[in-house]
């Protein structure tokens, strides 16, 4: 079946650090990948997406790339700020037979302090 | 505005109190889920629906229900609450079409307590 691991955390950062976040799957098929965020009280929001091998995936200076021969999809970001302070999840899709389940990552909560 | 909305989002009850979250949603999509957010687990599915009276069971469906009368809503039903079921839980919406890594689109989430 699918499966998602990603780093666990807690990761705390300074601002304007360099910022991984692992993620590698195991998938049946071709997968999508996903990157979504949670903020604090909040649901779950897209951060960014790859549907296919080498594509790259990128929203708010955050950037992971579709990785096939590694089964990987990292989270990065040059510089991050307070604001980036959130819960981020990794996560797959092979859609069958009509359902388009989401499977995650544990999530790895991100602490950014000034 | 593209929403989808849960009520209620926080709730404490106690063992064998039928309850029932609803999910709501304005954009006119197709496919609906629930998921339920446990700490170390990341999030499982309960139910989906593909469409108006098609449902069926995900991950971890024992102790629950669903129903998809109409489009925009789709509640998720526990009969029998207990505690284990004490969880944070999201509906989920999505534009129908498989194999497209279409987004999905989270409501705020419901905080359930059963004591």
């Known amino acids: 079946g699918n499966s998602v691991t990603q780093m666990e955390g807690p990761v705390t950062l300074s601002e304007e650090a360099f910022l991984t976040i692992n993620c590698t799957y195991t998938a049946t098929g071709y997968p999508s990948l996903f990157w979504y965020v949670q903020y604090p009280g909040e649901g779950l929001q897209l951060l960014l997406k790859?549907?296919?091998?080498?594509d790259k995936g990128s929203n708010k200076g955050f950037e992971a790339t579709y990785r096939k021969e590694t089964t990987s999809f990292h989270l990065e970001k040059g510089s991050v700020q307070v604001s980036d302070s959130a819960v981020y999840f990794c996560?797959?899709?092979?859609?069958?037979?009509?359902?388009?389940?989401?499977?995650f990552g544990t999530g790895t909560r991100l602490t950014i302090i000034p | 505005e593209a929403q989808v909305t849960q009520n209620p989002r926080y709730l404490i009850t106690v063992t064998g109190k039928k309850l029932t979250v609803t999910c709501s949603q304005n954009?006119?999509?197709?496919?609906m889920s629930w998921y339920r957010q446990d700490p170390g687990l990341g999030l499982r599915q309960i139910y989906y629906s593909m469409n108006v009276e098609v449902t069926d069971k995900g991950d971890v469906p024992e102790g629950y229900k669903v129903s998809r009368k109409e489009k925009r809503n789709f509640p998720l039903i526990l009969e029998s609450p207990s505690p284990n079921q004490t969880s944070l839980y999201f509906c989920?919406?999505?534009?129908?079409?498989?194999?497209?890594?279409?987004?999905?689109?989270f409501g705020p989430g419901t905080r359930l307590t059963v004591t």
């Open positions: 954009m006119n999509h197709e496919y």
């Open positions: 790859a549907t296919k091998a080498d």
């Open positions: 989920a919406t999505q534009k129908g079409g498989t194999g497209t890594g279409y987004e999905q689109y």
């Open positions: 996560a797959l899709s092979t859609p069958r037979f009509g359902n388009e389940k989401l499977t």
